[in-house]
């Protein structure tokens, strides 16, 4: 056993010990006055700056309002510390898995990077910024986090393709999600390609998030990917119950020799649900991005309700042109919708790089306008310097023949 796995166990016994108020020696505990004499009454009083009524009864009344009082606001104390002090223990204890956890990520890279001599060829490329400007990669969920971590200060890649269109080894959702995290401080990459990995809800979440701070990336392709889709794993007892197909299956494994695994893992796949959570982040997340132009999502799982949520999303947006939404199911109504909203944004777009064109132009004239001016001007001081320095050369003929004259005299 490890440092970390004591620490944890030792934090994991922390909590579970957590007595309850009332077991708690350090639980505040309510004072009563009717146990006090007179005079042990008149010296509380006089020790919270209160003064004796002379009676008894009253004074034992006034302590206990008092006393009450302290207790409730002990308590209130007792419990922000107590809350506090739990808060703090969960959140070490957070951290530390999450320390674990990058650890585990780490070894399960550099392992699968001591087997795959090319890509660490690459990664030593990409990370001196040596690499070609297009490049495509075809890597699985491990080697993709590696390739991500090289990502953010890489400036050689202007295209990069994960694309899985074989479905071979996708990268899957969570490596999704890690890579959307890191692209997102990436300056240089302007075309993306993710098509057919996997990628579901939480990874078309974190685009989503990565568009907001990326500002380079102009083409997004993430095509043939379920990102309204959630799978479920069931237990292996429920996808036999549940799937009549897989017990015909089961009888007939000796003749077909299909194992019993891939008929599990074939029932456990088509336990699916929808999920617009993603798309619905998406949408929100291309409101607030203006740099974004193409955008596919050919064959993606959209359906009907999703498509009307990415074309409300669609609205706010002006830099997105281009569209591809072959596939996704949505409706005719939802169709027309994006199209005007991609006519608008091309008119608009159109009309910023006519009066670009237009300023462009305009600065040209004046630059060309600046040099003719400066080329006057330098040509006039020559001429002037040419004038005086002609004058000089007169003057001191002049002096000369002068001097002449006197020295023959």
């Given at each position: 056993m490890d440092e970390q796995d004591l620490e944890e166990q030792?934090?994991?016994?922390?909590?579970?010990?957590?007595?309850?108020?009332?077991?708690?020696?350090?639980?505040?505990?309510?004072?009563?006055?009717?146990?006090?004499?007179?005079?042990?009454?008149?010296?509380?009083?006089?020790?919270?700056?209160?003064?004796?009524?002379?009676?008894?009864?009253?004074?034992?009344?006034?302590?206990?309002?008092?006393?009450?009082?302290?207790?409730?606001?002990?308590?209130?104390?007792?419990?922000?510390?107590?809350?506090?002090?739990?808060?703090?223990?969960?959140?070490?204890?957070?951290?530390?898995?999450?320390?674990?956890?990058?650890?585990?990520?780490?070894?399960?890279?550099?392992?699968?990077?001591?087997?795959?001599?090319?890509?660490?060829?690459?990664?030593?490329?990409?990370?001196?910024?040596?690499?070609?400007?297009?490049?495509?990669?075809?890597?699985?969920?491990?080697?993709?986090?590696?390739?991500?971590?090289?990502?953010?200060?890489?400036?050689?890649?202007?295209?990069?393709?994960?694309?899985?269109?074989?479905?071979?080894?996708?990268?899957?959702?969570?490596?999704?999600?890690?890579?959307?995290?890191?692209?997102?401080?990436?300056?240089?990459?302007?075309?993306?390609?993710?098509?057919?990995?996997?990628?579901?809800?939480?990874?078309?979440?974190?685009?989503?998030?990565?568009?907001?701070?990326?500002?380079?990336?102009?083409?997004?392709?993430?095509?043939?990917?379920?990102?309204?889709?959630?799978?479920?794993?069931?237990?292996?007892e429920t996808a036999l119950k549940g799937n009549n197909a897989i017990k015909n299956a089961s009888l007939a494994s000796d003749s077909k020799h299909v194992s019993l695994e891939q008929k599990l893992e074939s029932g456990m796949k088509q336990h699916q649900t929808l999920d617009f959570s993603g798309i619905t982040s998406f949408a929100d997340s291309i409101m607030r991005n203006n740099s974004l132009i193409v955008l596919s999502l050919n064959g993606c799982t959209l359906t009907e309700e999703g498509g009307e949520i990415l074309a409300d999303g669609l609205n706010d947006n002006n830099s997105i042109v281009v569209m591809n939404i072959r596939n996704t199911s949505c409706s005719t109504k939802t169709l027309i919708h994006i199209k005007k909203t991609l006519d608008r944004n091309l008119e608009k777009r159109s009309i910023i790089e006519e009066t670009i064109r237009r300023e462009e132009e305009k600065l040209a004239v004046l630059a060309q306008q600046d040099m003719l001016e400066k080329e006057r001007i330098e040509e006039e001081k020559r001429l002037n310097e040419w004038v005086e320095e002609m004058k000089y050369k007169r003057c001191q003929n002049k002096l000369n023949f002068i001097q002449e004259e006197k020295e023959q005299d």
């Open positions: 030792n934090l994991l016994r922390e909590l579970e010990q957590e007595q309850e108020e009332e077991d708690d020696h350090n639980f505040p505990r309510l004072h009563n006055a009717d146990e006090f004499s007179h005079h042990r009454i008149t010296e509380e009083l006089n020790m919270r700056d209160k003064e004796s009524s002379g009676f008894v009864d009253e004074d034992r009344t006034a302590l206990n309002k008092i006393f009450q009082v302290e207790y409730e606001n002990a308590i209130a104390e007792y419990r922000a510390k107590k809350k506090k002090e739990l808060e703090e223990k969960q959140q070490k204890l957070e951290d530390l898995r999450q320390r674990r956890e990058r650890e585990r990520l780490l070894k399960e890279e550099q392992l699968a990077l001591s087997k795959n001599a090319i890509l660490q060829h690459w990664l030593k490329l990409a990370r001196g910024n040596q690499t070609p400007s297009d490049i495509r990669l075809s890597v699985d969920p491990i080697l993709v986090r590696a390739v991500a971590r090289t990502l953010v200060d890489c400036s050689s890649i202007i295209s990069l393709d994960i694309s899985d269109r074989a479905h071979k080894n996708p990268i899957g959702d969570e490596s999704g999600v890690f890579l959307a995290k890191h692209l997102a401080s990436n300056r240089c990459i302007k075309k993306l390609d993710l098509s057919c990995n996997d990628i579901g809800p939480k990874s078309i979440t974190a685009l989503g998030d990565m568009l907001e701070e990326n500002k380079s990336l102009k083409t997004l392709i993430i095509d043939e990917n379920p990102i309204c889709l959630v799978f479920n794993t069931p237990s292996k």
